[in-house]
């Protein structure tokens, strides 16, 4: 099947009013770990084509319960109009040049989310090691929009590449991630991505990895979660 052959997410999707079959892995991480409460306020970077915004705003529960959808992403995204009510907004921007302060600023908050999902991907080369690496600086920044200057080695021991990328623009900054909250990040499987579950250590009370089932059999996705910023 090619990658882009419709097969049972996809007709899923299209049935269920999703706007893409993404919608599924939200719904798995969702079932599994329960991240996103009545009345939350989430953050969604990489949000097109509005899948996750979708998933997120179901579990907001109903509008009396309060909450909050902030999508992010390069593209201007329309606000799908299933599955989402008022409390789902979104903004044109880059997400590795935006801080904290902007974030909030979108969103009207005080203080911060108590999600935050990314599921920002780079434009696919084809070359392994590079599309890993990129998707690796993605990750990082989400981390470090999340976290902000908290983000650091425990033991001091970090790969090059890594390592520059932690220094750049966080000492000083607050994260955007209210303390309990959780985060996910999609990351490409290799070597590089191995590094975040130490990057995160003590920070969080637990983390975990999850290939949800709509991955496609050809993807290298998989997702980084880690609940209850201490």
Known sequence: MSAGAPDFFCREAQRLRYAARSAFKLLQIQKQHQLIKPGASVLDLGCAPGAWMQVACQNLGPLE???????????????????????????????????????????????????????????????????????????????RLAVGGRLKYQNGESDDNNQSEVRHGCQGEHGVLLPGGSLVIKLLEGEESQGFPKLCKGMFKSTAWLRPKATRPTSREIYFIAKGLR
């Open 65 to 143: 319960k309060g909450g909050l959808v902030l999508g992010v992403d390069v593209k201007k995204v329309k606000v799908p109009a299933e599955h989402c009510d008022e409390r789902v907004k979104t903004v044109c921007a880059d997400v590795l040049r935006l801080d904290s302060r902007g974030l909030l600023g979108h969103a009207q908050l005080e203080k911060g989310f108590s999600v935050i999902l990314s599921d920002l991907c780079p434009p696919v080369s084809g070359i392994g090691s590079k599309d890993a690496a990129l998707s690796n600086e993605l990750g990082l920044k989400a981390l």
